[in-house]
């Protein structure tokens, strides 16, 4: 340290003030630098707070949903539990009642009246079961369709049909208390008439009934 102080010593004016302002600069400039770091580190820690805090509106926001949605998937629990055994085809027929069409020949002239039960031809009824079982016996695994089931009742329209007759006809379907559904339509126009479906429209009826997880 003695000879450093010596050494300063035997330095000129000017070169002491050159060598005060090197080390001024260093001094300041390393300062700086800390500066910049912790600010750096200041920064990204209040752009981790911010993403948290984001993540958490999300989370609070959502979960309104979240019981909605369960709060749903309990009554259609509790719908499908009493469709364990509806019998498709009559609540079809049923439904097929309450809409009348004008009859037509093949020529196209009014021949009376029929009801949409009165055209439909019932196939067999398919049953599916939903939940797809984990490969491993002790795989712990949430599956929201464990215990449902899927039947399907496919129908073919015996006769051509106006669209509007269709339409109530698959309206009351949907709006039915049976949980009831379309899942697949299979129709074509008449070529002279494009307001009237053709001879064998297929429509797929199907509905959802729960045994629960262990049937």
């Known amino acids: 340290m003695s000879r450093l102080t010596s050494a300063f010593d035997r330095l000129s004016k000017r070169e002491k003030v050159l060598v005060g302002t090197m080390l001024g600069l260093v001094f300041g400039g390393t300062i700086l630098v800390l500066q910049l770091w912790l600010g750096s580190g200041v920064a990204e820690l209040e752009e981790r707070v911010a993403e948290d805090r984001a993540t958490l509106q999300q989370l609070y926001a959502k979960s309104e949903d979240y019981l909605k949605v369960m709060g749903h998937s309990e009554r259609l629990k509790k719908l499908a539990e009493k469709n364990q055994d509806l019998n498709l085809k009559l609540a079809i027929n049923e439904l097929g009642k309450s809409i009348s069409f004008e009859a037509r020949s093949r020529t196209g002239a009014i021949e009376g009246t029929k009801r949409m039960s009165d055209v439909v031809q019932f196939e067999q009824t398919q049953e599916t079961y939903l939940s797809k079982k984990p490969r491993a016996k ?78």
């Open 138 to 215: 002790n795989a712990k695994k949430t599956d929201v369709q464990a215990g449902y089931y899927r039947r399907d009742q496919q129908i073919t329209i015996a006769d051509t049909v106006p669209f509007g007759a269709i339409y109530q006809f698959l309206e009351k379907i949907e709006s039915s208390d049976q949980l009831l559904f379309v899942s697949d339509v299979d129709m074509q126009r008449e070529f002279h008439d494009g307001q009237i479906a053709r001879k064998n429209a297929q429509i797929t009826v199907s509905t959802l009934y729960y045994k629960g997880e262990d049937e």
